[in-house]
């Protein structure tokens, strides 16, 4: 498995949105938000030349909202991917077996309070939530036969930003080896995507 992680400009997102094909601007022009639009621009920007890079065989038009990413074919075999965003972050997994992924800012909240509404079991911690959160994640974003495989376990990882670090976790087949790339570019660091 391989962990894209990449932090982005915001403020660059209209501009590099012109950059999208038609059907992923013509979305990117309907979300309100500027953070969410930001995130959306920037990781199917490097979504879609990740997709070239490996010369995906029928690439998705794009994602279906609040469902599990379709398997990418491609001539060296089936590659699964998931996708999370928390502020100018996005992290992106790719992986030959069913993953998923979750980012998140860490910044200070009502912990104790966050636990109870939640139901999350954790420590009134920063780091305790996070771990609680961004593992609760994981596991409903993949289906149920992944999350109570014993074969599947959790990667987890803190990078210290400022001004809050951002805490990255992924559930996948731990039979697989797992790497980190920080991508400064989502257009173009290609060479440093090697699968």
């Not at 089936?78 to 100018?88: D, E, K, Q």
């Amino acid at each position: 498995m391989i962990v894209y992680f990449c932090r982005f400009n915001p403020n660059e997102a209209h501009a590099r949105s012109k950059a999208l094909p038609e059907v992923f601007r013509d979305r990117f022009q309907r979300i309100a938000r500027s953070e969410r639009a930001a995130q959306y621009v920037f990781s199917r920007l490097f979504y879609q030349n990740l997709c070239k890079h490996l010369k995906v065989i029928d690439p998705v038009s794009d994602f279906a909202q609040h469902a599990p990413h379709l398997p990418i074919r491609t001539n060296d075999g089936v590659y699964h991917t998931a996708l999370s965003h928390s502020g100018a972050f996005f992290a992106l997994a790719l992986s030959r077996h069913p993953v998923s992924v979750d980012i998140e800012v860490m910044a200070p909240r009502d912990f104790v309070s966050l636990s109870e509404v939640s139901g999350l079991m954790s420590e009134p911690n920063a780091q305790a939530f996070y771990q609680a959160w961004c593992r609760y994640e994981c596991d409903i974003k993949l289906d149920e036969a992944f999350r109570v495989n014993p074969r599947y376990g959790f990667f987890e990882r803190i990078s210290r930003f400022e001004p809050y670090p951002v805490y990255l976790a992924a559930k996948y087949f731990t039979g697989e080896p797992v790497s980190v790339c920080e991508i400064t570019d989502v257009e173009d660091d290609i060479e440093r995507w090697r699968v």
